[in-house]
């Protein structure tokens, strides 16, 4: 696995992994912040509901997860503890924004 700027991975043998490395440098944060300002705004989510949220705002279903993961580096976002039921009937976790941060 290659590494396109300071933290984003790709698969080095894939021309597809590093172009989409490349657009991800570009495009993270705002999604980022949208992603952020859903749950400031509504309140805890899963992936699943923030993505349905965001749909149409830059922030594709795929690009929720990444940036919740980036988030709770940050510590911005934290695992409430708490699992709602996909529409697949799969657990997902829940995620709060931390507003203090």
Known sequence: ???????????????????AAKVVVRTAPAQRERVYGALIAHGPATAEQLGDMLYGEGCGGDSIRPRLIELRR????????????????????????????
Do not use: I, N
């Open 74 to 101: 940050q510590e911005r976002v934290v695992d409430t503890g708490r699992r709602r039921l996909t529409r697949f009937r799969r657990r997902a976790v829940v995620w709060m924004a931390k507003e203090d941060a």
């Open 1 to 19: 696995m290659g590494t396109y700027g300071p933290l984003l991975p790709f698969v080095a043998t894939s021309d597809t992994s590093y172009a």
